[in-house]
C-alpha cells in the first residue's frame, strides 16, 4: 500500500522557470513532511520539511505547500537551475516513527 | 566529516552467502534507521532504532535480515543467505528530534549486487 505518492515520474522545466513537484498522501495522521533531492549513486539529500501546523515552508529558492484537506505537498524551486536537475522524493511519517517515501520524480532543468 | 558514512559502498556476492553492511550515524543523533531502494521506487523502510533499542521492524525484513546497534552508536545490518532479490541500494539514515522537527540525513548507501 503505497502512502505517498509521487505520479508523475518526470517533469522538464526551462531554466528560470519555476519547477512544481507533487506529492499525495493517503494516511491523515501524517505530521511531517520532507522533500529529498537524490542524484545517481548517492543518497537523498535533505531539502526542506514542513509540520501539519503550517501550510507553508520557505527557503530560498525552495517553498513546500501543505494542503491537509487535500492530503497534497507541493514543492516549488524558483528559478529553476540546472544544477537542480535530479530526483525528488517527497516523504512523510507520523509522530516520526517511520517515514513513508514517494516514488520519485525526475526533474530535468533545460538550459 | 560529520555525515552519515556507509561501509561499504559497494559488495557483489554469490547467492547464499551472507553479507554484513555497517552504518555510522551522525555523533549526536540517537536515532537509526535502514532503507532498501530499488530501481525506480523511493526508500523502503526496514527497520529503526532509538539508542540502542530497536523499536520497529518492516515486514520486508525477512527472517534472513537482521540488524544490531548494541551500543547505541554505530549499527550493522546482516543478510544471511543471500537472494538474488535482495539486490538493491541499502541507505542508511539517522535523526534527531528537536520538538516537532525531526530530518533525516541519509548515508550514501551500500549497493548490494547478489549474483
Known amino acids: 500500500d503505497q502512502q505517498v505518492k509521487q505520479n508523475s515520474p518526470s517533469l522538464s522545466v526551462q531554466e528560470g522557470r519555476i519547477s512544481i513537484l507533487n506529492c499525495d498522501y493517503t494516511?491523515?495522521?501524517?505530521?511531517?513532511f520532507l522533500w529529498y533531492k537524490k542524484y545517481p549513486a548517492e543518497g537523498p539529500t535533505f531539502l526542506i520539511s514542513?509540520?501539519?501546523?503550517?501550510d507553508k515552508n520557505e527557503d530560498g529558492r525552495f517553498t513546500v505547500f501543505l494542503n491537509k484537506s487535500a492530503k497534497h505537498l507541493s514543492l516549488h524551486i524558483v528559478p529553476s537551475q540546472p544544477g537542480d536537475s535530479a530526483v525528488y522524493f517527497c516523504?512523510?511519517?507520523?509522530?516520526?516513527?517511520?517515514?513513508?517515501f514517494g516514488t520519485g520524480t525526475s526533474l530535468t532543468v533545460i538550459p | 566529516d560529520t555525515g552519515v558514512s556507509q561501509n561499504p559502498r559497494h559488495k557483489i556476492t554469490k547467492r547464499g552467502q551472507n553479507v554484513t553492511f555497517r552504518c555510522d550515524p551522525i555523533s549526536e543523533h540517537n536515532r537509526l534507521y535502514w532503507y532498501r531502494q530499488t530501481l525506480g521506487q523511493g526508500p523502503e523502510f526496514l527497520t529503526y532504532?532509538?539508542?540502542?533499542?530497536?523499536?520497529?521492524k518492516s515486514r520486508l525484513l525477512s527472517d534472513r535480515f537482521s540488524a544490531e546497534r548494541p551500543k547505541g552508536s554505530f549499527s550493522t545490518l546482516e543478510i544471511q543467505r543471500t537472494e538474488q532479490g535482495d539486490s538493491a541500494m541499502y541507505l542508511c539514515?539517522?535523526?534527531?528530534?528537536?520538538?516537532?522537527?525531526?530530518?533525516?540525513?541519509f548515508g550514501p548507501g551500500t549497493r548490494l549486487l547478489v549474483l
Open positions: 539514515a539517522s535523526n534527531q528530534r528537536l520538538g516537532q522537527q525531526e530530518t533525516q540525513y
Open positions: 514542513i509540520s501539519s501546523i503550517k
Open positions: 494516511n491523515s495522521m501524517f505530521d511531517y
Open positions: 516523504a512523510a511519517s507520523a509522530q516520526g516513527n517511520q517515514f513513508y
Open positions: 532504532f532509538q539508542n540502542e533499542a530497536q523499536l520497529e
